[in-house]
């Protein structure tokens, strides 16, 4: 099975569409971040979550929520694909309803090897949330999406350089996770 998350009216072919809005047409309607989900543990392929997790709040508990279900529905190996706004770009800014920005470095943390490798005398760097609600998200992937202001000749490296500084270079993050699990 393959999970199209926060669907709206976006709908990928091959994928069970889910959606807490019932005026969305979807194959489910429940909170993500709230609800239990109605799939069976380790059902799911694949996951998209576009543009849905900077929406789940308020507070920590609905993403916290969110991502150990995700967790217990996929597969070992499991490929999740998590495309969110730049939380320093327009887009994220004028949305009244995003909850929180998610950057590559909030997804890291709930990877068990990352937090491993922030690990310093003992000491997490990072909150290991990984550990904290017994998840693990290995990251497999992370490609930006520019802004349309900037053509195709400017050079990557200087807008990944620009971005650290300025608002509106980068338009989105797209972020490919893996769920590690043991077999048994």
Same mark, same amino acid.
Request: with cysteine; charged share 25%; proline share 8%.
């Given at each position: ?28 309607h ?9 799939? @069976?543990?380790? &059902?799911?392929?694949? =996951?998209?979550?576009?543009? #849905?997790?900077?929406?789940? $709040?308020?507070? !920590? ?9 995700m ?36 997804? @890291?943390?709930? &990877?068990?090897?990352? =937090?491993?490798?922030?690990? #310093?005398?003992?000491?997490? $760097?990072?909150? !290991? ?22 053509g ?30 043991? =077999?048994?």
């Amino acid at each position: 099975m393959k999970l199209n998350l926060g669907c709206g009216f976006k709908h990928v072919p091959g994928y069970t569409t889910v959606d807490s809005n019932p005026a969305v047409p979807a194959d489910y309607h429940f909170d993500i971040g709230k609800d239990t989900w109605p799939f @069976a543990d380790n &059902s799911a392929d694949e =996951v998209l979550a576009s543009h #849905v997790l900077e929406h789940l $709040g308020p507070g !920590p508990e609905p993403l916290f929520h969110c991502m150990q279900e995700m967790y217990r529905v996929c597969k070992p190996g499991a490929v999740v694909l998590v495309v969110v706004p730049h939380p320093r770009h327009d887009f994220f800014l004028h949305d009244p309803t995003h909850m929180r920005p998610i950057t590559p470095g909030t997804l @890291a943390m709930f &990877s068990r090897k990352a =937090v491993d490798q922030w690990k #310093v005398d003992g000491v997490y $760097g990072i909150t !290991p949330f990984a550990y904290y609600l017994g998840v693990d998200f290995k990251l497999t992937k992370l490609d930006y999406r520019f802004d349309a202001r900037f053509g195709r000749d400017t050079p990557v490296e200087e807008l990944i350089r620009r971005e650290r500084s300025e608002n509106n270079v980068v338009t989105e993050y797209i972020i490919g996770l893996q769920v590690v699990k043991n =077999v048994a």
